[in-house]
């Protein structure tokens, strides 16, 4: 754990003629140790970065991003209200600092901005544009993207894990080798699209916690955390955004309209007829893919979560319960995506 003193003598090295005023350490993520430090003149976040990546990758695939956005901002092709994280950059045009092997970055804070726990109907529709305009902006985004995060949100890998770790444990829930053993068509059959459909740039982890807010009027504003992106399916991304908003939203099947609206709104001519077709499994099976990867630490126990096995548990049912939710309701899911297709 980063002690106080640890966090100013490191955050010195970004930023050196500014006093430090306050530090708060923002809790509840997962993977790395984010926190908001407010100084004389300005707000930045700090954060340590979890040993998991590939940090030469990640820097460099987050320094080109910035830049893709700077340049489409200069020549105006951004809306204005379209923000995005500006890290700090040193002399050598590095954006990291590295420790006794610990790497260390820090951000601008946007000003006015929050990340919200649980969003209402009303802003269903400003959220989905902003996510969709993130995916549009980067559409022609040249970089040759690096992976900074081995095997995220790939199926082939998490299974291959899995099934090693399970022949050595005696370990079982009976709820997810039921789900296991029903899901065994889905998942060929979606591990087969995925190897039909174009690789695009895509965030990999766009959840709630990850979208910053006005905080006045409650807009989205920015996609934040750039870490695990990447060249993969969208419908990596499609699945993992409407299974992670299905709780957020008490189950409210309605407030995903906008967002199919906006999705087709901005990606409709560059979609494959094989990604529109294949949504709604998208769905289910990304929903599956992180309560295996959950399963999986749970009878392994390397942790890398920072959750104790209960919580690994009482996420895994909550997958569980989207995955009946889905069944009970894909009828009316698909209506809703043809409706705007």
Same mark, same amino acid.
Request: hydrophobic fraction near 45%; proline fraction near 1%; charge should be positive.
């Given at each position: 754990?980063?002690?106080?003193?640890?966090?100013?003598?490191?955050?010195? #090295?970004?930023?050196? #003629?500014?006093?430090?005023?306050?530090?708060?350490?923002?809790?509840?993520?997962?993977?790395?140790? @984010?926190?908001?430090?407010? @100084?004389?003149?300005?707000?930045?976040?700090?954060?340590?970065?979890?040993?998991?990546?590939?940090?030469? #990758?990640?820097?460099?695939?987050?320094?080109?991003?910035?830049?893709?956005?700077?340049?489409?901002?200069?020549?105006?092709?951004?809306?204005? *209200?379209?923000?995005?994280?500006?890290?700090?950059?040193?002399?050598?045009?590095?954006?990291?600092?590295?420790?006794?092997?610990?790497?260390?970055?820090?951000?601008?804070?946007?000003? *006015?901005?929050?990340?919200?726990?649980?969003?209402?109907?009303?802003?269903?529709?400003?959220? !989905?544009?902003?996510?969709?305009?993130?995916?549009?902006?980067? /559409? $022609?985004?040249?970089?040759?993207?690096?992976?900074?995060?081995?095997?995220?949100?790939?199926? !082939?890998? &998490?299974?291959?894990?899995?099934?090693?770790?399970?022949?050595?444990?005696?370990?079982?829930?009976?709820?997810?080798?039921?789900?296991?053993?029903?899901?065994?068509?889905?998942? #060929?059959?979606?591990?087969?699209?995925?190897? /039909?459909?174009?690789?695009?740039?895509?965030?990999? $982890?766009?959840?709630?916690?990850?979208?910053?807010? $006005?905080?006045?009027?409650? /807009?989205?504003?920015?996609?934040?955390?750039?870490?695990?992106? !990447?060249? !993969?399916?969208?419908?990596?991304?499609?699945?993992?955004?409407?299974?992670?908003?299905?709780?957020?939203?008490?189950?409210?099947?309605?407030?995903?309209?906008?967002?199919?609206?906006?999705?087709?709104?901005?990606?409709?001519?560059?979609?494959?007829?094989?990604?529109?077709?294949?949504?709604?499994?998208?769905?289910?099976?990304? *929903?599956?893919?992180?309560?295996?990867?959950?399963?999986?630490?749970?009878?392994?126990?390397?942790?890398?979560?920072?959750?104790?096995?209960?919580?690994?548990?009482?996420?895994?049912?909550?997958? &569980?319960?989207?995955?009946?939710?889905?069944?009970?309701? /894909?009828?009316?899911?698909?209506?809703?995506?043809?409706?705007?297709?």
């Amino acid at each position: 754990m980063l002690e106080i003193s640890g966090i100013e003598k490191i955050f010195k #090295n970004f930023i050196k #003629n500014e006093e430090i005023i306050e530090i708060s350490d923002t809790k509840g993520w997962l993977i790395n140790n @984010t926190f908001i430090i407010k @100084t004389n003149k300005n707000k930045y976040i700090l954060q340590k970065v979890s040993h998991i990546f590939d940090r030469k #990758n990640l820097s460099n695939n987050i320094k080109q991003i910035f830049l893709h956005f700077k340049k489409l901002e200069k020549n105006k092709k951004l809306e204005k *209200n379209f923000k995005f994280l500006e890290p700090i950059f040193f002399e050598n045009n590095e954006i990291c600092f590295i420790e006794n092997n610990d790497f260390f970055r820090v951000y601008k804070f946007i000003e *006015n901005s929050i990340v919200l726990d649980k969003i209402e109907k009303k802003q269903a529709y400003d959220l !989905w544009k902003k996510i969709w305009d993130f995916y549009f902006y980067l /559409k $022609d985004f040249d970089w040759e993207i690096k992976e900074s995060l081995e095997g995220f949100h790939n199926l !082939w890998f &998490y299974l291959e894990k899995f099934y090693n770790v399970r022949k050595n444990s005696n370990i079982k829930l009976d709820f997810f080798e039921k789900w296991l053993e029903e899901y065994k068509q889905k998942i #060929n059959i979606f591990l087969e699209i995925l190897e /039909k459909t174009p690789k695009r740039i895509i965030h990999r $982890d766009v959840k709630l916690a990850n979208i910053l807010f $006005d905080k006045d009027s409650k /807009k989205a504003i920015s996609i934040i955390d750039w870490d695990t992106i !990447w060249k !993969w399916s969208i419908l990596i991304d499609f699945g993992d955004m409407c299974r992670s908003f299905l709780p957020k939203v008490n189950y409210d099947l309605w407030f995903f309209e906008e967002f199919f609206k906006w999705y087709f709104e901005k990606l409709k001519n560059i979609l494959t007829n094989k990604e529109k077709n294949n949504l709604f499994l998208a769905i289910e099976m990304i *929903n599956f893919e992180l309560a295996l990867r959950f399963y999986t630490q749970y009878i392994w126990w390397k942790k890398i979560f920072t959750l104790n096995k209960e919580e690994l548990e009482q996420k895994m049912i909550l997958l &569980y319960e989207n995955k009946n939710f889905l069944e009970k309701n /894909k009828k009316n899911f698909i209506i809703l995506i043809n409706k705007n297709v």
